[in-house]
């Protein structure tokens, strides 16, 4: 029976010092590759039983990162633990602790799915008593029909869901899911996304880069975004998405007005035909105003929407050049 | 120590090979034999070193089976891992460098072995090849298929391609094996080949194993079993040094 460990309810059995409650550490983690510093000086901590997400543009060090957790990689300088394993001192232990997903869909053509998931766990030290856990796993990622048959043959999602069960089938406390829906069907992700939540409810500490904002919004109790190689946020994404206390407007005109005033068309964020969007900053900005400034300009207002912003525009915001310059431009 | 990680891989690599078992054991053996066809022909009626020239071939074709394959179980797969990418399956692993270097190199020889074990096999309905000292056959054959897998790791690791693997077979693998004495014993070569010889160690591989045949040799057989422990350990540091920094597969 699969072990679960409610995080919350966790009592502390252990010795003090042989255990902690950080999944992962990340301390001081620079990489320089001969013509890029993929990753600057970062730190942070990945708490037991959280799931966290790694958000980032493309390039912005979060594979590099992962890479170094799980070893592949070695960090130029700095350290990171799992569990408290140090990842290259204490290699055996971390790895242990670690479930890895990779964001490529690579696989060993030779074996079929279960015997591939079964000389995956033979290399953690794992032998047959775990062969009904990797049973388990095909059921629940739904892959039991196609167990005896060669990844080869397999479509992308099926390959992707076989790649999960791979990374699981030693048991690991921290899993790492490397954009697991990229090109992934709708119905799929929701199943993904079902599943993970599952082994995070089971006591799992679950690390997700993804690109779709909407899942870590959906999915995620912290986030971080690296930009650049740097770590720019580390929040709670319940505060991260209120400490942008702003809102979008948005007016379905009609009627031949003439040019809206500046003030007002300084906060317009999109429009396209007889839609206006408007960013407007709680208490300096009032709906009132703004509906009044366009009735002058001779247009009748005929729909208004308002709706909070999503992570995807607080990232847009945050991961803009201009606004990685300002940062940089502050701490230099 | 990771033994059932080991045993795993080794079992992995086993089957990788088992697999396609008429390219990776009846290929070679068939084409040592046609070897054996082609220069037991032209070398019929003749003795070298007292024994008879088709007698004489069996040793050196199945050193040459040897090392080849187990150079090319070592490097094929790896390199394979590599290209497809599924390699970080293994580096994510609780294994050391150890461990993998201990199971690729047994699969590896197992493989040799059966290529061997076949060959001999084979060639025993043609023509009657004692083996006068076991001991130093198998203790040739462990070393120097063990020698060539460590080679064929480490040229797994170096090349990025599988072009690359194929320029270290043929343009120093094959060259090495042909110019050792697989055909001849190198008394019939001119001084400053027989000298020259001496500085490959291939040469020492082939007429340590003949000797276990024999009993009869172009040089001393404990230095051909020095030698070949000499280039097995040397060749091995290398090997599992570049594992544990991660050369070229840790980027």
């Known amino acids: 029976m699969y072990r679960a460990k409610p995080y919350n309810a966790r009592p502390y059995p252990y010795p003090a010092g042989l255990m902690t409650d950080t999944a992962i550490s990340i301390q001081n983690v620079d990489k320089r590759y001969a013509s890029t510093h993929a990753l600057n000086n970062v730190s942070f901590d990945i708490q037991r039983g959280e799931y966290f997400g790694l958000l980032g543009p493309n390039g912005a060090g979060k594979s590099t990162l992962i890479s170094i957790i799980a070893g592949l990689t070695h960090a130029t300088s700095g350290s990171v633990a799992v569990l408290g394993h140090d990842v290259r001192a204490d290699f055996r232990a971390a790895r242990r602790a670690l479930g890895v997903v990779p964001q490529e869909l690579v696989y060993d053509p030779f074996f079929p799915v279960r015997e591939m998931l079964r000389i995956q766990a033979g290399y953690f030290g794992c032998g047959r008593e775990v062969w009904p856990w990797v049973d388990e796993l095909l059921e629940r990622l739904d892959l039991t029909d196609k167990a005896t048959q060669s990844m080869r043959a397999l479509s992308g999602g099926m390959k992707r869901r076989v790649l999960i069960a791979q990374a699981l089938v030693h048991k690991p406390d921290v899993v790492i899911l490397d954009e697991p829906t990229a090109g992934v069907d709708v119905e799929l992700r929701r199943t993904l996304w079902q599943f993970t939540r599952e082994l995070n409810d089971d006591g799992h500490t679950i690390v997700l880069t993804t690109h779709y904002l909407e899942e870590a919004e959906e999915l995620c109790d912290r986030i971080a975004i690296l930009n650049h190689g740097s770590l720019d946020v580390l929040e709670d994404k319940r505060a991260l998405l209120d400490r942008h206390p702003y809102r979008f407007l948005s007016l379905q005109l009609s009627g031949n007005g003439g040019a809206l005033p500046a003030e007002i068309e300084a906060l317009v964020e999109d429009r396209h035909e007889d839609t206006l969007e408007l960013k407007l900053e709680q208490g300096k900005h009032f709906i009132a105003d703004v509906l009044e400034g366009i009735r002058d300009a001779g247009y009748r207002i005929q729909d208004v929407k308002t709706r909070e912003p999503h992570l995807e525009d607080i990232f847009m915001e945050l991961t803009s050049d201009a606004h990685h310059n300002a940062v940089s431009g502050a701490s230099a | ?251």
């Open chain 2, 1 to 251: 120590m990771n033994w059932r990680g080991t045993f795993t891989l080794f079992v992995k690599e086993v089957r990788r090979f088992y697999s396609v078992i008429l390219q990776t054991v009846g290929a070679p053996v068939v084409t040592a034999l046609l070897y054996m066809v082609v220069f037991g022909q032209v070398l019929q009626g003749q003795e070298i070193q007292g024994v008879p020239s088709s007698a004489f071939l069996v040793p050196g074709l199945m050193m040459m089976s040897i090392i080849q394959n187990s150079f090319a179980n070592t490097s094929s797969s790896i390199t394979q891992s590599k290209v497809m990418g599924n390699l970080v399956f293994l580096l994510m692993t609780p294994l050391s460098a150890f461990e993998i270097y201990l199971a690729y190199i047994a699969a590896s020889l197992l493989r040799a072995t059966l290529v061997a074990i076949v060959l001999y096999s084979v060639t025993a309905f043609f023509v009657d090849v004692p083996i006068v000292n076991p001991l130093l056959v198998l203790v040739m054959l462990l070393l120097s298929g063990g020698t060539l897998a460590v080679l064929g790791m480490i040229a797994g690791i170096v090349a990025s391609k599988f072009d690359h693997l194929a320029a270290f077979q043929n343009f120093f693998i094959m060259p090495l094996s042909f110019l050792s004495g697989v055909f001849y014993s190198i008394h019939s070569l001119p001084e400053f080949w027989q000298q020259a010889s001496h500085f490959n160690p291939v040469f020492y591989m082939i007429d340590g194993f003949r000797q276990g045949f024999f009993g009869v040799g172009d040089t001393n057989p404990t230095v051909s079993v020095v030698v070949a422990a000499l280039v097995f350990g040397a060749v091995s540091t290398i090997c599992i040094t570049m594992l544990s920094r991660g050369y070229k597969i840790r980027g």
